[in-house]
């Protein structure tokens, strides 16, 4: 049951006794038998420890299932496991996250997630650094270029799975007061009922895939960090072959990578940060940006001819020149017997030949494989099934399970890139386009045309499509909390400052609130109070000050 082996000679045998209790407690025990087991805690203090419930211990256990983050990662590291198992058996099993920017906007996800589905498998978090560096920097707002403090992103996961535990707590507690009631009322089928929901009770706590970006630094520095992402409950950290100092958001001109070496050492890193902390199932994304980076920081160091080093020098852009015809300050490199001079910037970066991008992405997702990484991410420009795919196809044919972790990215306009592809399918087809302009197609003026229709309908099944034939297990989309925080802030202003006035408020959210059964517009409860009312009576019995009498507004929302 233990995480991982502890030698019976390296501690006393109550700690380790101790150790699989806890471990058992957590995982495997019914509410009842926490009831018995926190009864046996407590009956060698029974004259000194007058008060303490072991029902009430029982129900504040449940409520903490997870005790530090290094349990959450762990736990979340098998779950992850089991997926990539699940999609390499059917690619039906592709798994799915948002961004989330602060742990109540996760928070808020997860138990819309259980409302909607009743279950949160295959649904996870996505932490991206884009989201950190623009909105938790204490600098203000920064762009993705890893300027922002390191541990705010450590800081993030910490505060995520703080809100994910308190939604937990929180929907136990409404269960164990709903079987108080039902057991006052002498109501045996509820009773039953309740108790098998406690006891089959589903965690809001999923994986979270954490976005270390380019390392922050050397790999001492990316595996200290890394150690930050795990202790604060991390399973599975992404990190990419941009230069660390010169790191751009993937979606943006100016991307710097490194040789492969470099970002292998970084990949190696973070695995040995994943089994000193006893997450020996970690899960490490290898990220290329090279589809869309023209540029080295440097030449990589080859010891013989074809190794991967000298692969990767092979894209350079060069010109072959005379020994006799130097230039001060030249960089040369002998190629098959010549000596060549690569494209050297004044920014002293090199540029790679034109057209290459495809080819580094195969390469450098091949490597990454087989040297510690678990998944990939290719960042392309634009979403296209037969794009992604072909360089899958191109990877499988060395490492037959490559799969992905695709970016569904707000940077793409999804619409005018749909439009645009069904219009070429068009073309290609023999279909007539007349009545369209490819450049145009964004324009209102289309909206509802069949063209319109199967762009549409290309978007809706895209994460389905891609993973049955492009290799994507898991879809993401980076920083959409980013935009619907803007959208509905600006619904609000709009209306609220307006005519409208504080209608804008009730009708636009306070009664769709209501009507969709949104958690939070009892928010008193959603904050804690409730769980601070239960702590209080098992604290001070019926001296208890509780929040929620019959004063508490929020009974207005009881119906």
């Known amino acids: 049951m233990t995480p991982f082996p502890i030698p019976p000679h390296d501690f006393p045998d109550y700690l380790t006794i101790r150790h699989i209790e806890y471990r058992v407690r957590e995982s495997d025990m019914t509410y009842?038998?926490?009831?018995?087991?926190?009864?046996?805690?407590?009956?060698?203090?029974?004259?000194?420890?007058?008060?303490?419930?072991?029902?009430?211990?029982?129900?504040m256990r449940l409520q903490n299932r997870f005790h530090t983050g290094l349990d959450i990662a762990r736990y979340t590291a098998k779950i992850m496991r089991r997926d990539m198992a699940a999609y390499d058996a059917d690619?039906?099993?592709?798994?799915?996250?948002?961004?989330?920017?602060?742990?109540?906007?996760?928070?808020?996800?997860?138990?819309?997630?259980?409302?909607?589905?009743?279950?949160?498998?295959?649904?996870?978090?996505?932490?991206?650094?884009?989201?950190?560096?623009?909105?938790?920097?204490?600098?203000?707002?920064?762009?993705?270029?890893?300027?922002?403090?390191?541990?705010?992103?450590s800081d993030l996961i910490e505060e995520l799975y703080t809100f994910l535990k308190q939604a937990d707590a929180r929907e136990l507690g409404m269960l164990f007061r709903d079987l108080d009631a039902a057991k006052a009322a002498g109501d045996a089928v509820n009773t039953h009922r309740l108790l098998h929901k406690i006891d089959e009770y589903e965690t809001h706590v999923v994986p979270i895939i954490a976005d270390i970006d380019a390392g922050f630094g050397n790999a001492e520095a990316t595996y200290l960090l890394a150690k930050k992402f795990i202790e604060a409950g991390a399973c599975c950290i992404q990190i990419e072959n941009q230069v660390s100092d010169e790191k751009q958001c993937g979606h943006q001109d100016g991307k710097v990578t490194v040789p492969h070496e470099d970002f292998l050492a970084k990949i190696r890193a973070v695995r040995y940060a994943f089994l000193e902390l006893g997450v020996d199932d970690g899960v490490i994304v290898a990220r290329t940006d090279s589809l869309g980076a023209g540029l080295t920081k440097q030449i990589a160091f080859t010891r013989e001819a074809g190794d991967l080093a000298d692969q990767y020098n092979a894209f350079l852009d060069c010109d072959e020149v005379d020994a006799a015809a130097l230039n001060h300050g030249d960089v040369l490199i002998a190629r098959d017997g010549k000596l060549m001079r690569p494209?050297?910037?004044?920014?002293?970066?090199?540029?790679?030949?034109?057209?290459?991008?495809?080819?580094?992405?195969?390469?450098?997702?091949?490597?990454?494989?087989?040297?510690?990484?678990?998944?990939?991410?290719?960042?392309?420009?634009?979403?296209?099934?037969?794009?992604?795919?072909?360089?899958?196809?191109?990877?499988?044919?060395?490492?037959?399970?490559?799969?992905?972790?695709?970016?569904?990215?707000?940077?793409?306009?999804?619409?005018?890139?749909?439009?645009?592809?069904?219009?070429?399918?068009?073309?290609?087809?023999?279909?007539?386009?007349?009545?369209?302009?490819?450049?145009?197609?964004?324009?209102?003026?289309?909206?509802?045309?069949?063209?319109?229709?199967?762009?549409?309908?290309?978007?809706?099944?895209?994460?389905?499509?891609?993973?049955?034939?492009?290799?994507?297990?898991?879809?993401?989309?980076?920083?959409p909390t980013y935009h619907t925080a803007a959208l509905s802030t600006d619904n609000l202003a709009r209306e609220y400052f307006g005519e409208q006035g504080m209608l804008g408020y009730v009708k636009n959210v306070q009664r769709a609130e209501i009507r969709q059964g949104i958690a939070c517009v009892k928010h008193q409860n959603m904050s804690g109070s409730d769980i601070g009312d239960d702590h209080k009576e098992y604290f001070a019995g019926e001296a208890a000050l509780k929040a929620g009498g019959a004063a508490n507004t929020m009974n207005q929302f009881a119906a």
Not at 98 to 104: Q, R
């Open 32 to 59: 009842h038998q926490n009831i018995v087991e926190a009864g046996k805690a407590i009956a060698p203090y029974s004259e000194s420890w007058d008060g303490i419930d072991a029902q009430s211990v029982a129900r």
């Open 91 to 153: 690619p039906a099993n592709y798994t799915q996250s948002l961004g989330c920017w602060h742990g109540f906007i996760g928070q808020q996800k997860l138990i819309s997630i259980k409302k909607h589905f009743g279950t949160t498998k295959g649904r996870y978090l996505y932490l991206s650094g884009w989201m950190v560096a623009a909105l938790r920097s204490e600098f203000g707002p920064l762009p993705d270029q890893s300027m922002h403090e390191k541990t705010s992103v």
């Open 343 to 479: 494209k050297r910037l004044p920014s002293n970066l090199f540029q790679f030949r034109p057209g290459t991008g495809e080819d580094r992405c195969v390469m450098d997702c091949i490597a990454s494989l087989q040297n510690g990484a678990d998944l990939l991410w290719i960042e392309t420009e634009k979403p296209h099934i037969g794009q992604i795919g072909g360089m899958v196809n191109r990877i499988r044919e060395v490492v037959p399970n490559a799969k992905l972790v695709y970016n569904n990215s707000p940077s793409f306009n999804w619409t005018l890139n749909f439009r645009q592809q069904v219009y070429d399918a068009w073309v290609e087809a023999g279909k007539d386009v007349s009545a369209f302009d490819r450049a145009k197609l964004m324009s209102v003026d289309y909206d509802g045309t069949a063209l319109a229709d199967e762009a549409d309908e290309r978007i809706r099944t895209f994460q389905r499509d891609s993973a049955a034939q492009a290799g994507i297990f898991h879809h993401l989309i980076t920083l």
